[in-house]
């Protein structure tokens, strides 16, 4: 009996988890959902494992290991990689579906593109620099949802200003670093800079991901505030 139970709590968190992921909309209860499901399937080599004492014992050791590594701080920044990663993130997500309130590859929002092309880019290099403490960062900037709006205001401390002009043509250009974030100053939309005069947004009027270059026309002509990443600088 208590085996089918178990059988069956795992197989409700195997399919829970690629239905939490699986949605382009995300929220804190989506979020939760995720995190729930993953601790259930963490608990099966716990169970397997639980009549024998030494493989128990490695196992806990593991999962040990595991959580206090992720208490280590992080190392010294390579901000220029994590840079080139971010760029290369973005420019993954041109041509996908707009959706509003999404954050994966079956759609995705203005906020959501620059927000998961960081989270994705700090991950991979908490990986390939075997940094806990990037991983832990890509957690946090994973959890916490944040708006153009927000990441306008400095959200979390995650962005600071950099300039504010009225139009991308009057902008500055010489000011922006390839990564930084354009925010309209109305809060409505935000887009990301790609080096020479493009950039990429998720656009809600085409419905899609698509990278322009500046002119006079769409979102190009509003009040805009220029945010920096600190992760990049």
Not at 181 to 205: C, E, K, M, N, R
Request: proline content about 4%; aromatic content about 10%.
């Amino acid at each position: 009996m208590k085996r089918r139970l178990l059988f069956a709590f795992w197989l409700l968190c195997g399919l829970a988890l690629p239905l939490s992921v699986l949605r382009p909309e995300t929220s804190s209860a989506s979020k939760l959902l995720t995190l729930a499901a993953l601790f259930g399937l963490l608990t099966i080599p716990l169970t397997v494992a639980w009549p024998y004492r030494r493989a128990l014992a490695l196992v806990l050791a593991s999962y040990a290991l595991v959580l206090v590594g992720l208490q280590l701080p992080v190392r010294t920044p390579d901000s220029a990689s994590l840079r080139a990663a971010y760029l290369a993130e973005l420019r993954t997500w041109d041509g996908a579906h707009y959706v509003w309130g999404g954050e994966n590859h079956r759609g995705i929002d203005c906020s959501g593109l620059v927000r998961k092309a960081l989270v994705d880019a700090t991950a991979n290099e908490a990986v390939r620099r075997m940094d806990p403490g990037l991983a832990r960062r890509a957690l946090e900037l994973w959890w916490f949802d944040a708006s153009a709006e927000a990441l306008g205001q400095g959200y979390r401390g995650w962005t600071h200003e950099v300039t504010r002009a009225n139009d991308f043509l009057s902008l500055d250009a010489s000011l922006l670093r390839e990564g930084d974030l354009a925010v309209t100053q109305d809060g409505l939309h935000v887009l990301a800079y790609l080096g020479d005069s493009t950039w990429i947004q998720a656009d809600p009027t085409p419905m899609r991901v698509h990278v322009d270059r500046v002119s006079a026309t769409g979102w190009f002509t509003r009040p805009i505030v220029i945010m920096r990443w600190r992760a990049l600088e």
